[in-house]
């Protein structure tokens, strides 16, 4: 199995920007698409974008034109820069890679707050 391993939460103000990064630990890694999802308190975890091996992005559309999901297959690393941050974006955020069975990473907590 891939081990994915998320970075870059952190606590940022309204307003703010905070780039997430995930890294997996084998090179089969850019054969697959990759995703991110959050999972607020009480709430169910819920999916917010995703990136194909070809390049091609998603977005949940709470997030469009807010967030921007890339990739970088040499380094085998996905990134979520997020901006325009809302308290309602609070969440801890997951990077899931479309293996079969699927792969998580253990969650980065992202907390906008003023």
């Known amino acids: 199995q891939v081990q994915l391993v998320e970075s870059g939460g952190g606590l940022v103000q309204p307003g703010g920007s905070l780039r997430l990064s995930c890294t997996a630990s084998?090179?089969?890694?850019?054969?697959?698409?990759m995703d991110w999802y959050r999972q607020a308190p009480g709430k169910q975890r819920e999916w917010v974008a995703g990136?194909?091996?070809?390049?091609?992005?998603n977005y949940e559309d709470s997030v469009k034109g807010r967030f921007t999901i890339s990739r970088d297959n040499a380094k085998k690393t996905v990134y979520l820069q997020m901006s325009s941050l809302k308290p309602e974006d609070t969440a801890v955020y997951y990077c899931?890679?479309?293996?079969?069975?699927?792969?998580w990473g253990q969650g980065t907590q992202v907390t906008v707050s003023s």
């Open positions: 990136i194909t091996p070809g390049g091609i992005k």
């Open positions: 899931n890679l479309e293996t079969n069975p699927p792969s």
């Open positions: 084998k090179s089969i890694f850019s054969i697959y698409t």
